[in-house]
Nanobody, 126 residues
Framework: QVQLVESGGGLVQPGGSLRLSCEVS????????IGWFRQVPGKEREGVSC?????????EYADSVKGRFTIFKESHKDTMYLQMNRLQSEDTAVYYC??????????????????WGQGTQVTVSS
């Protein structure tokens, strides 16, 4: 069983930065996709960024975060990250990391993901 635990959320002023971490434990699938999603109460969950393919070479970002957010994974650790810069109030949400046990190139869609973290709150406010 794969377990994911997010951390790094919090309160930040507009224009600030946060780095979210997702620590993965358990036996990872041989092939997998990793993703970050967010959700605001009353709204559908939104794909923020994802990585898939050999060496996670295929990376996707939602248009709303392109140029501000960066997804990455340390090669020697089963931890993935979402670096969030120039945060805006619209980025306020609960952020989730997730893993799908396949390569999936339309990876901003959440239906393929099998394992999910519990979420971490990000609040951008002055």
């Amino acid at each position: 069983q794969v377990q994911l635990v997010e951390s790094g959320g919090g309160l930040v002023q507009p224009g600030g930065s946060l780095r979210l971490s997702c620590e993965v434990s358990g036996l990872l699938p041989k092939l997998y996709t990793i993703g970050w999603f967010r959700q605001v109460p009353g709204k559908e969950r939104e794909g923020v960024s994802c990585m898939t393919g050999v060496d996670f070479a295929a990376i996707e970002y939602a248009d709303s975060v392109k140029g501000r957010f960066t997804i990455f994974k340390e090669s020697h650790k089963d931890t993935m990250y979402l670096q969030m810069n120039r945060l805006q109030s619209e980025d306020t949400a609960v952020y989730y990391c997730a893993i799908a046990d396949v390569y999936y190139y339309d990876c901003l869609q959440d239906h393929v993901y099998k394992y999910w973290g519990q979420g971490t709150q990000v609040t951008v406010s002055s």
